[in-house]
């Protein structure tokens, strides 16, 4: 039975053009990413990136139209919210920065949450984008 914190398909847009996508496999539990739909492999290897944890944290961006193109300023200092994702389900979590500019995660409590051994993947997602993250079931 699934539960309302259960994430087993992960979106994250970007972008208009930049959408990528995590699946869940039970068996290695771990997230296999896909780009434009397809397995996003190593290069090298050519083997799947697949990720333990996942970790999505929203920030504030500035966007600037340069004559060489768009940049994107993140704020990675002022901390925010986000979601820690890992073995099919997702948990809510604050983010911070501490005295010696480490990455803290918090859950709803303040309390530093115990991420999981293994590969973990971290997206800086702008916060206007939040409610279009999909964490569910699919």
């Given at each position: 039975t699934l539960s309302s914190n259960d994430s087993l398909y992960v979106r994250i847009p970007f972008s208009s053009a930049h959408t990528t996508e995590f699946k869940y496999d039970s068996t290695s539990q771990t997230y296999t990413r896909y780009q434009l739909g397809s397995i996003h492999t190593d290069i090298e290897t050519g083997k799947a990136l697949s990720f333990t944890n996942l970790i999505?944290?929203?920030?504030?961006?500035?966007?600037?139209?340069?004559?060489?193109?768009?940049?994107?300023?993140?704020?990675?200092?002022?901390?925010?919210?986000?979601y820690y994702i890992s073995d099919g389900k997702y948990t809510d979590i604050i983010w911070h920065r501490d005295e010696n500019s480490n990455l803290k995660f918090c859950d709803k409590n303040g309390s530093i949450i115990q991420i999981n051994?293994?590969?973990?993947?971290?997206?800086?997602?702008?916060?206007?984008?939040?409610?279009?993250?999909v964490l569910n079931s699919k």
């Open positions: 999505i944290l929203f920030c504030d961006t500035v966007t600037y139209d340069k004559s060489s193109g768009t940049e994107i300023s993140i704020d990675v200092q002022s901390g925010g919210t986000g051994r293994g590969k973990t993947y971290i997206g800086l997602v702008k916060i206007s984008t939040k409610n279009s993250v």
